[in-house]
């Protein structure tokens, strides 16, 4: 009964988190309607995040875990970004930064480790694309917290890909467990990919405004 319990929290906070992301989009970045959306959202992928893990540590499952620690650290290290707006004036990380990034990069590292030595066919190579993505964010992440950033603008661009990669994590795992009608490895992998292109068009448009203001 309490999996149950958990698992239909986790499932009322995913949608919950699939139909806010646009409603968040709808308001100018800055304004208070954005914050007061966009800190439901965070709150709420707070909430699945970590229903992830206990559903996942009560019956194992590997990717479900995966999903898990990702969207934990994508939203947690996006939501951060507006705390850490001055690493490119000296600012320095807290510990929570550096916490969170090396937790996500050892997990990636473990996930690849997995793929390699225990397991095979789609599983094996589920763990490689997935532990791939996992280190490539971390180590990105760890770049940020190491080296000055030379940007100002360096912490909307991590705000963008922390909320969006978190917002791709919740349509994974949607993808995932329920279209069934796809191949397995395209269902788990869509969502990265047209996430991607949609992060990086966010980001592009910032670099643009910037420069327009220069």
């Known amino acids: 009964m309490f999996y149950q319990a958990l698992l239909i929290f986790h499932i009322i906070l995913g949608f919950y988190s699939l139909l806010i992301v646009p409603v968040v989009f709808m308001f100018k970045t800055g304004s208070s309607n954005h914050k007061k959306w966009g800190k439901t959202f965070f709150y709420s992928m707070l909430g699945v995040g970590c229903s992830a893990l206990a559903l996942s540590l009560l019956k194992f499952n590997l990717f479900l875990l995966s999903v898990g620690v990702f969207t934990l650290y994508m939203v947690s290290s996006g939501y951060r970004a507006i705390f850490t707006k001055g690493l490119h004036e000296n600012q320095k990380p807290h510990w ?113 405004k910037g420069l327009a203001k220069a």
Do not use: C
Not at 118 to 135: E, P
Not at 154 to 175: C, E, K, Q
């Open 96 to 208: 929570i930064d550096w916490s969170i990034t090396l937790l996500n990069l050892g997990f990636g590292l473990g996930l690849i480790l997995y793929g390699i030595f225990f397991s095979d066919g789609n599983l094996q190579v589920l763990s490689l694309i997935f532990g791939g993505i996992t280190v490539f964010t971390g180590l990105g992440g760890l770049k940020g917290l190491i080296q000055k950033p030379s940007d100002s603008k360096h912490w909307i661009y991590r705000h963008i890909s922390g909320m969006l990669g978190a917002y791709i994590a919740t349509w994974t795992a949607f993808s995932a467990t329920n279209l069934d009608f796809m191949p397995t490895l395209w269902r788990w992998t869509w969502p990265s990919i047209l996430g991607s292109i949609v992060i990086a068009y966010f980001i592009r448009r910032e670099r643009k």
